[in-house]
């Protein structure tokens, strides 16, 4: 059975930081694109980042340069080191991992509120 977990999510002040962890099992996880997405209340599930099995990444306009995706492929995790957070990046952040079919996690709610 697959599963996804997330983990790190939370309430941060604007201007604050966090790390999003996604443990994974039940896949062969060094074969998966994976990746980041958020859902804010009232809007479409959207792409944060994402990191292919080479390691290449790509990331939304709106986080360039505060986000970084990374991958742990012997621990079987994804991270999102979220930094400089803005009241907009409030949302429930989803990992993905996606090859001929896609797999999510349940979500993490993360609140950026003063």
């Known amino acids: 059975q697959v599963q996804l977990v997330e983990s790190g999510g939370g309430l941060v002040q604007p201007g604050g930081s966090l790390r999003l962890s996604c443990a994974a099992s039940g896949i062969v996880f060094s074969i998966y694109s994976l990746g980041w997405y958020r859902q804010a209340p009232g809007k479409q599930r959207e792409l944060v980042a994402a990191?292919?099995?080479?390691?290449?990444?790509n990331y939304a306009d709106s986080v360039k340069g505060r986000f970084t995706i990374s991958r742990d492929d012997a621990k079987n995790t994804l991270y999102l080191q979220m930094n400089s957070l803005k009241p907009e990046d409030t949302a429930v952040y989803y990992c993905?991992?996606?090859?001929?079919?896609?797999?999510w996690g349940q979500g993490a709610q993360v609140t950026v509120s003063s």
């Open positions: 990191i292919t099995t080479g390691g290449r990444t």
């Open positions: 993905n991992a996606g090859r001929l079919k896609d797999y």
